[in-house]
Nanobody, 123 residues
């Protein structure tokens, strides 16, 4: 069974940067795509970005294009989310997830989820 562990969250000032990591175990049992989602208090889980292990194809939510970059290290079975120019509205718990089926921008399309890591952006 694939397991996902996020790390790298924390407190950062608006305009600053953070890099999130997601360590993936048992990758042979996982989907070729990995995604990042986030959930702010009182809101639903929102798609952020996705990437394929094999070809590195990337997808981004409009709200983060030009600021966030998703990447992966196949040798280390790790996916990253580099977050630059952070805004207050980026504050959320960030989750990595392994894709299953359906719309890649919908949380229900992902089968396995990490525990989440808190990102708090302050002014």
């Amino acid at each position: 069974q694939v397991q996902l562990v996020e790390s790298g969250g924390g407190l950062v000032q608006a305009g600053g940067s953070l890099r999130l990591s997601c360590a993936v175990s048992e990758r042979t049992a996982s989907s070729d795509f990995m995604g990042w989602f986030r959930q702010a208090p009182g809101k639903g889980r929102e798609f952020v970005a996705a990437i394929s292990w094999s070809g590195g194809s990337t997808y981004y939510a409009d709200s983060v294009k030009g600021r966030f970059t998703i990447s992966r290290d196949n040798a280390e079975d790790t996916v990253f989310l580099q977050m630059n120019s952070l805004k207050l509205e980026d504050t959320a718990v960030y989750y990595c997830a392994s894709y299953w089926r359906g719309s890649i921008v919908t949380s229900a399309a992902y089968r396995v989820w990490g525990q989440g890591t808190q990102v708090t952006v302050s002014s």
